[in-house]
């Protein structure tokens, strides 16, 4: 069973930072890619960012380009999300997910998600 859990979300005001973490363990857990998606209040979920597992091939929407940066630890299984200069409409459920195929539209496996809001 893979398991992908988040944390690091919290109230921030605007401008301020956070740090997202999303650990994945599992004895089966093999990805190549992982992603952020987020889900604001009567809201569809949407895309992030994303990396390859090694590392590399980053991306993201163009709304958080130059304010999030998306990382990996392999050593740790751990994906990050560093959130600068955040804006109340960056308020959502953050939630980490991991697929098997870089060239899969879908993700195989996501987390819990971790509550972001931010005060204006």
């Known amino acids: 069973q893979v398991q992908l859990v988040e944390s690091g979300g919290g109230l921030v005001q605007a401008g301020g930072s956070l740090r997202l973490s999303c650990a994945a363990s599992?004895?089966?857990?093999?990805?190549?890619?992982m992603g952020w998606f987020r889900q604001a209040p009567g809201k569809e979920r949407e895309f992030v960012a994303a990396?390859?597992?090694?590392?590399?091939?980053?991306n993201y929407k163009d709304s958080v380009k130059g304010r999030f940066t998306i990382s990996i630890d392999n050593a740790k299984n751990t994906v990050y999300l560093q959130m600068n200069s955040l804006k109340p409409e960056d308020t959502a459920v953050y939630y980490c997910?991991?697929?098997?195929?870089?060239?899969?539209?879908?993700?195989?496996?996501w987390g819990q998600g971790t509550q972001v809001t931010v005060s204006s």
């Open positions: 997910a991991a697929k098997k195929s870089m060239t899969a539209l879908s993700y195989d496996y």
């Open positions: 599992g004895r089966s857990f093999s990805s190549n890619r």
């Open positions: 990396i390859n597992w090694r590392g590399g091939n980053t």
